[in-house]
C-alpha cells in the first residue's frame, strides 16, 4: 500500500522569505502522480502544483516548485517570496496511474508567515 | 461558473441516528469523490462515483454509503452514527476522465456526533 508521510507539523516563514515544505512517500507503483494542495481556514482544498512521475523537470507555478526526487521518493514544495496569503494547511498527495481516482493525503504541515 | 457546493455546512446528530450529506459539483464534471477529514486520521478516501457508478471505494464499514444521481449530484449517507464519525466531509468533482486531472474541492460538511 502506498504511503504519504510529512514529518513537520508546523513550519514558520518571515513574510518575502523562502521556505520549504517536505513530502516523503512509499510506493512500488512506477506511474503515479504527486501533489500539493492548500487548505486555508475556509476549509477549501485549493491545488497548489501537480507533478507527474514520468516527468523528470521539475514542476513550478509561479511562485510555487517543487523538488522532485524519484529515487528517494521525495516530494518537496518550495514557496519563494511567502505572503500572508499563503497561510494554511498544506497536504502532499499521491495517485496512483492505474485508473484510480483516489487521492492518498500526508497529514499536513501548518505553515504560519510570520508579518 | 458555480464551484463545489456542498450542503449543509454544519450538522448536529446523535449517536444511532443516520444523516445525508449532498455534494453538487461543477457543471460538466461527472467524478465525484468524497473524503473524511479528522485530526486523529487526517484525509481518508471515502469513496468516487462516476456517471452514476462507484468507481473506487475506500477502507470504511458499510455503514457509509453513497450515490450519483443523472446530474452528477451526489448524496452521502452514514447511518447509526458513532462519536468517532464526527469529522469535516470533504465533496471533490472533476471531469472524470484524466488521472492527473485537478480535483475542485467543496468547503466540507462539519458533521458533530453527540
Known amino acids: 500500500a502506498q504511503t504519504v508521510t510529512q514529518s513537520q507539523p508546523e513550519m514558520s516563514v518571515q513574510e518575502a522569505e523562502t521556505v520549504t515544505l517536505s513530502c516523503t512517500y512509499d510506493?512500488?507503483?512506477?506511474?503515479?502522480?504527486l501533489f500539493w494542495y492548500k487548505q486555508p481556514p475556509s476549509r477549501q482544498m485549493i491545488l497548489v502544483i501537480r507533478?507527474?512521475?514520468?516527468?523528470?523537470q521539475n514542476a513550478t507555478e509561479n511562485r510555487f516548485s517543487v523538488n522532485f526526487q524519484k529515487a528517494a521518493k521525495s516530494f518537496s514544495l518550495k514557496i519563494s517570496d511567502s505572503q500572508l496569503g499563503d497561510a494554511a494547511m498544506y497536504f502532499c498527495?499521491?495517485?496512483?496511474?492505474?485508473?484510480?481516482?483516489?487521492?492518498?493525503f500526508g497529514s499536513g504541515t501548518r505553515l504560519l508567515v510570520r508579518p | 461558473k458555480a464551484g463545489v457546493t456542498q450542503t449543509p455546512r454544519y450538522l448536529i446528530k446523535t449517536r444511532g441516528q443516520q444523516v445525508t450529506l449532498s455534494c453538487s459539483p461543477i457543471?460538466?464534471?461527472?467524478?465525484v469523490s468524497w473524503y473524511q477529514q479528522t485530526p486523529g486520521q487526517g484525509l481518508q478516501f471515502l469513496f468516487e462515483?462516476?456517471?452514476?457508478?462507484?468507481?473506487n471505494k475506500g477502507n470504511f464499514p458499510g455503514r457509509f454509503s453513497g450515490r450519483q444521481f443523472s446530474n452528477s449530484r451526489s448524496e452521502m449517507n452514514v447511518s447509526t452514527l458513532e462519536l468517532g464519525d464526527s469529522a469535516l466531509y470533504l465533496c471533490?468533482?472533476?471531469?472524470?476522465?484524466?488521472?492527473?486531472?485537478?480535483?475542485?474541492f467543496g468547503s466540507g460538511t462539519q458533521l458533530s456526533v453527540l
Open positions: 471533490a468533482s472533476s471531469p472524470g476522465t484524466e488521472v492527473n486531472e485537478k480535483l475542485f
Open positions: 510506493t512500488s507503483e512506477s506511474d503515479y502522480y
Open positions: 507533478q507527474e512521475a514520468y516527468k523528470q
Open positions: 498527495a499521491y495517485r496512483s496511474g492505474d485508473s484510480s481516482y483516489k487521492l492518498i
Open positions: 457543471s460538466g464534471h461527472r467524478s
Open positions: 462515483y462516476f456517471s452514476e457508478t462507484q468507481r
